[in-house]
C-alpha cells in the first residue's frame, strides 16, 4: 500500500470513530432527557383532564394541576373548574361526565347509587385537611373568641344581635354569611357543626367564596365561615374567630388543624373523587390521579391545607397503581 493510501485508510478509520462516539452521546443525551423510548423511559402524554367540583379544594387542584403540566406532562391540558362539592357531583356522574370531582365531603349515598346505576367505578382520594374558619369584619374588636356553642345561636337565630351574647357588645344585628347549598362547605357546616338544625334568618348565602370575602370585609356587623384556605388567603380583609370547644379558644392554622389536633371539632377531610372507568380508558387520566396522590400533600401547606398523613397518601398511591 501506498502512503497516499495509507493515509486515506487511517482518515476514514479516524472518522467512523468520531461519529460512533458521537452517535453514543446523544442516545445517552436522549436517554437522561426522558424522552419516550423502549428502554423504559418516561412517557409523553396528550389529552385533556377534567375536572370540577369544590370552591375550596379549587386552590389545591389548581395549583397541582399548574405544576403538572409545567414539569411532568407539558402535552396534557388539566382543566379545574368549581361549581361546588353538590353541583360537581351532578357532571361528574353524567354520561361522559368529568374525569374528577373535588370534593369537601364525602360522596353521599344517593351519588353512590346513581354511579352505580351509570356503571361507573368511584375511587375516593383524600387530597388534605381542613379548618372551617369563621370569620368577622377586621373592625370587629369584641367577638374574637367565641364558643362553639354561641356559633350555633348566632346562625341558628337564637341570638340576633351582638348584645344578645355580651350586654358589653354592640347592641347591633348580626349579618350572618356563608356559601350555598352547592357547596360541601355549606353541608358539613350544617351536618357536623349544627347537628342537621336548620340555618334561620336572613343569612346571604352566596356561590362565589371571593364574594364572601367582600361582604364580610364591607360589613362591620357581619359574621360568615368558609374553608381555611380562603381565610388564610384574605388575611387582610377579614379576621378569624378563635373557637372555644371547652379548653379554651382556638384559632385554626395549620399547626391547630387536623383530626386530632386542638382545631378537630372543625377539621374535616377534603376529597377528590376519581372516575375509574376513564383512568383505565384514559393514561392521562390514570397519570394525573397517580400524580395527585404522590404530590398533594407537597402543595397542602401552600395552599391552606394541613396534609393526611404519610401512610395515608402511600396507601393511595399504592390504590391508584393497582388499577393498571
Not at 442516545?27 to 428502554?39: F, M, P, V
Not at 368529568?98 to 347509587?113: G, H, L, M, Q, Y
Not at 352505580?116 to 377586621?138: F, S, W, Y
Request: charge should be negative.
Amino acid at each position: 500500500m501506498n502512503l497516499k493510501k495509507l493515509l486515506m485508510f487511517l482518515f476514514v478509520a479516524v472518522l467512523a470513530v468520531a461519529l460512533a462516539a458521537c452517535g453514543g452521546e446523544e442516545a445517552a443525551d436522549n436517554t437522561e432527557s426522558g424522552d419516550t423510548s423502549a428502554d423504559g423511559a418516561s412517557e409523553e402524554l396528550e389529552g385533556n383532564v377534567v375536572i370540577d367540583g369544590s370552591g375550596t379544594v379549587y386552590p389545591l387542584m389548581s395549583r397541582l394541576a399548574e405544576e403538572y403540566m409545567i414539569n411532568e406532562q407539558p402535552n396534557v391540558s388539566v382543566e379545574v373548574s368549581r361549581a361546588g362539592t353538590s353541583a360537581g357531583f351532578e357532571k361528574f356522574l353524567a354520561e361522559d361526565g368529568t374525569d374528577f370531582n373535588d370534593a369537601s365531603r364525602p360522596i353521599k349515598d344517593e351519588e353512590k347509587a346513581k354511579a352505580d346505576e351509570l356503571g361507573i367505578e368511584v375511587m375516593e382520594i383524600k387530597v388534605a385537611l381542613d379548618g372551617l374558619t369563621i370569620v368577622v369584619n377586621p373592625e370587629n374588636d369584641w367577638a374574637t373568641e367565641l364558643t362553639a356553642e354561641q356559633v350555633n345561636d348566632i346562625f341558628l337565630g337564637n341570638v340576633t344581635k351582638w348584645s344578645e351574647i355580651n350586654s358589653e357588645w354592640p347592641d347591633e344585628k348580626i349579618q350572618t354569611y356563608g356559601p350555598n347549598e352547592n357547596h360541601g362547605t355549606y353541608e358539613f357546616f350544617y351536618e357536623n357543626i349544627l347537628e342537621e338544625q336548620d340555618l334561620v334568618g336572613d343569612i346571604n348565602l352566596q356561590q362565589e367564596y371571593s364574594t364572601l370575602v367582600t361582604l364580610v370585609s364591607e360589613d362591620v356587623n357581619a359574621i360568615g365561615f368558609f374553608g381555611f384556605g380562603y381565610y388564610d388567603s384574605n388575611k387582610d380583609k377579614v379576621k378569624a374567630v378563635g373557637i372555644d370547644f371547652g379548653e379554651g379558644p382556638v384559632e385554626p392554622s395549620l399547626d391547630t388543624i387536623g383530626e386530632e389536633g386542638p382545631y378537630a371539632n372543625y377539621t374535616r377531610p377534603v376529597f377528590t373523587y376519581l372516575n375509574v372507568n376513564n383512568a383505565k380508558e384514559k393514561a392521562q387520566v390514570y397519570d394525573y390521579a397517580l400524580y395527585i396522590a404522590e404530590s398533594a400533600n407537597d402543595f397542602a401547606g401552600e395552599t391552606g391545607f394541613a396534609p393526611i398523613p404519610d401512610e395515608e397518601a402511600q396507601a393511595q398511591v399504592e390504590a391508584i397503581e393497582a388499577l393498571q
